[in-house]
């Protein structure tokens, strides 16, 4: 059964800082693995997507790595700002119906 | 840029109704979902909607839920006889495809769901 384990559960950075998110997970057969943002109370934005085949992916300041062989993945976070400031979430997709499995997610606050 | 709705934003309900939480997927997509998340909690897989039928449910989607297609666009999650456990916000999700390109999962904002 596979899992999703993100670490650290919360995480606080003065502004300016570059960060790293970590996401591991237990099958290493997925088909792709997408991070997303929630801010409180609302829904999930897509951040970026890594299909199985590929080792990153690079949107602005932020940079998503995947090590399908290993298990894990992790968030780069680029000089981050006070708006960076949300929950972060990992999840696999690992089965033929699009299904994802989420981590638990990370909670970031950017001091400014 | 196209969105994922969902209705109501925030229902409260008395224990043992029938809800009915209603989304628009984004108008070209194939396949929809249903997620929820518990306060604090992890986000969790419901059900997967394809080609007018349920392509995978949960364990926690037992008879006590359902899902509709009723026109070309909305899709609905109807919950019968609440309890206070299915407190929650649901979401509501849509993709083009499940593999390569084009699999980004769109979710809605979410209907929040308090029972009383």
């Known amino acids: 059964k596979q899992e999703v384990t993100q670490i650290p559960a919360a995480l606080s950075v003065p502004e300016g800082e570059n960060l790293v998110l970590n996401c591991s997970f237990t099958d290493s057969a997925i088909y792709n693995l997408q991070w997303f943002r929630q801010d409180p109370g609302k829904g999930l934005t897509s951040l970026l997507l890594?299909?199985?085949?590929?080792r990153e992916q690079t949107s602005g300041r932020l940079n998503a790595s995947l090590d399908k062989s290993s298990g894990r993945s992790t968030l780069y976070i680029a000089a981050s700002q006070p708006g960076d400031s949300a929950t972060y979430l990992c999840?696999?997709?690992?089965?033929?119906?699009?299904?994802?499995?989420f981590g638990q997610g990370t909670t970031l606050q950017v001091k400014p | 840029e196209p969105e994922v709705t969902q209705t109501p934003s925030h229902q409260v309900t008395q224990m043992g109704q029938e809800v009915i939480l209603r989304c628009v997927p984004i108008s070209n997509h194939l396949y929809f979902y249903w997620y929820r998340q518990i306060l604090g909690q992890k986000v969790e897989f419901l059900v997967s909607f394809y080609n007018n039928e349920i392509s995978e449910k949960s364990e926690i989607f037992d008879d006590q839920f359902s899902v509709e297609r009723p026109d070309g666009s909305n899709f609905t999650l109807k919950i019968r006889s609440t309890k206070l456990e299915d407190s929650a916000m649901y979401f509501c999700?849509?993709?083009?495809?499940?593999?390569?390109?084009?699999?980004?999962?769109?979710f809605g904002e979410g209907s929040w769901l308090t029972v009383v």
């Open positions: 999840a696999v997709v690992s089965g033929n119906t699009g299904k994802l499995i």
């Open positions: 890594i299909q199985s085949s590929q």
């Open positions: 999700a849509s993709s083009l495809f499940v593999q390569g390109s084009g699999n980004t999962i769109y």
